[in-house]
């Protein structure tokens, strides 16, 4: 008999393509493959691939580069490429790295297995970057993958098309799953202890668009709430253009939802969000914010800003400047523009200086940290329920304090509903559960306490 092939995979990108890292790598388990914790003892890599920045598809590039004198040493050593880059650069991939086996575009890894098999017999390159129109990788729930925390796909693609971005072309149009399907796959999932799901869509407030029985997301919501062995929803990511009132409402009385919206706003100034197609205004973006808060105090929004966007001038940074003032964000994600090919805005000049992009990226960083650090000390002294998600194995001694470094330190890290991560010192075998937790320190990143019960 032959020996059983290992599979390893690494992940670039974002929530989506680390859920299809792992639905994948429990699809090839079900069909007799085993999987390499480590790239070393692997006899298939693959690189489950981002193609939202050229950034992240360099860093592909560099990793399959290293691996060339290893596959010349071991011939049979099969390498793939997977996911939005596949899709984007297809054959060119095998141009540029001949020693590249697969190419598996986003709608074909539930044909994985198949396409492994495949490159076992044969040794020519193999292209698979169909655009199946239907596509959803089975979920094998069992012993191997009942973590306490799931991801779980609501729907796939984006119709949006701002104009910075590859995902529609590289993902596809929008398609929901049934609302049944994600009902039993989440219920199966909370049977076998998962405390915590995260709904995933590149877009998931237009979930149910197309499925002509009325669902929404907030519908869904509802629906999941039932499920009595879970304890908590999270989704993203939500377009500002499409949060409804009646999904605020759903968040609001449903107390298994956390108090988390992550709310990409991309630009404070109009005249670039109307370049972007974002089909909001600043104005729509603050009232949205108010009303969130109106509806829910405290709850977090965090959101995602590109600097350096084709003809943003000082007068744009700046609206962008005071929507971080303004809004007091949970948490922001920066990045510089980075021109896509076959995106509208490629066709326009990328006429902001790489210097200036590192300018804008650090003064909105900056400030965020100071906001984050402001409004995190603001709750020492309170306490919250943290669902505890694993030991905390490192020490952290921050320099811009005088306090006592022992507050510092705890033996667990958990997430509170509001999406604090929290560090904090506790009782032995309290992972997967939710405690009570006192918060006696912060730093802009994290909370810091001690557990209560
Ligand atoms: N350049 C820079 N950032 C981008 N994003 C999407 N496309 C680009 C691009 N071409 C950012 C957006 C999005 C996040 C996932 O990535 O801010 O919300
Ligand atoms: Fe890209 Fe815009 Fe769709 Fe988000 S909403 S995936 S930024 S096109």
Redesign the pocket.
């Known amino acids: 008999m032959q020996k059983q092939k290992n599979v390893f995979i690494q992940t670039f990108g ?1 929530q989506m393509n680390k859920l299809d890292s792992e639905l994948s790598l429990g699809l090839v388990r079900e069909t007799g493959y085993g999987i390499a914790t480590e790239i070393g003892d692997a006899d298939i890599i693959l690189y489950n691939t981002c193609s ?3 950034h992240a598809e360099e860093k592909v590039y560099s990793h399959i580069g290293a691996l060339k004198a290893r596959k010349l040493r071991e011939p049979g050593l099969i390498i793939g490429v997977l996911g939005c880059m596949a899709q984007k650069d297809g054959k060119q991939v095998f141009k540029r790295s001949p020693h590249v086996n697969l190419v598996i575009g986003t709608r074909m890894l539930h044909k994985l297995p198949d396409i492994l098999r495949s490159a076992e017999e044969c040794e020519e390159h193999i292209l698979a970057v169909d655009k199946d129109q239907f596509f959803s990788i089975p979920r094998f729930v069992n012993g191997h993958d009942n973590g306490f925390q799931n991801y779980v796909s609501i729907m796939r693609g984006c119709d949006n098309y ?1 104009t ?4 529609p072309y590289v993902r596809g149009s929008e398609v929901s799953r049934k609302i049944d399907d994600i009902y039993s796959e989440v219920y199966q999932l909370a049977d076998h202890g998962c405390r915590e799901v995260t709904l995933l869509g590149q877009n998931v407030n237009s979930y149910g668009k197309g499925l002509d029985d009325g669902s929404n997301l907030a519908r869904l919501l509802q629906k999941i709430g039932k499920i009595d062995k879970l304890e908590r929803i999270r989704f993203v ?1 939500s377009h500002p253009k499409d949060v409804t009132k009646e999904l605020l409402e759903e968040m609001k009385n449903n107390p298994k939802i956390c108090r988390y919206l992550h709310l ?1 706003a ?1 630009s404070g100034s109009d005249k670039i969000l109307q370049k972007m197609n974002r089909k909001y205004t600043s104005k729509h973006y603050k009232d949205l914010v108010a009303n969130a808060r109106k509806i829910m105090p405290g709850i977090s929004i965090s959101s ?3 600097v350096g ?1 084709p003809g943003e001038n000082d007068a744009d940074f700046n609206e962008t400047v005071e929507l971080l003032n303004d809004v007091r964000f949970f948490n922001c ?8 090919k076959g ?1 509208v ?2 066709r326009l000049k990328d006429d902001i200086e790489e210097k200036i992009k590192k300018d804008r990226n650090q003064i909105l960083l900056n400030l965020q940290k100071k906001i984050s650090l402001e409004e995190n000390t603001k709750l020492i002294g309170s306490n919250f329920d943290v669902l505890v998600e694993r030991l905390n194995t490192k020490t952290f001694a921050p320099k811009s304090t005088d306090k006592p470094e022992e507050s510092f330190q705890g033996n667990f890290m958990g997430r509170t509903k509001y999406n604090h991560i929290v560090i904090f010192s506790g009782e032995d075998s309290i992972i997967g559960k939710t405690v009570s937790v006192k918060i006696d320190n912060a730093t802009e990143f994290t909370l810091y306490g001690k557990q209560l019960n």
């Open positions: 974002c939202v920045r050229a701002c910075y971005c590859i995902v990511t990409p991309q995602d800003f590109i966007f994600f920066v990045f510089k523009y980075s021109p896509r995106t805005a490629s």
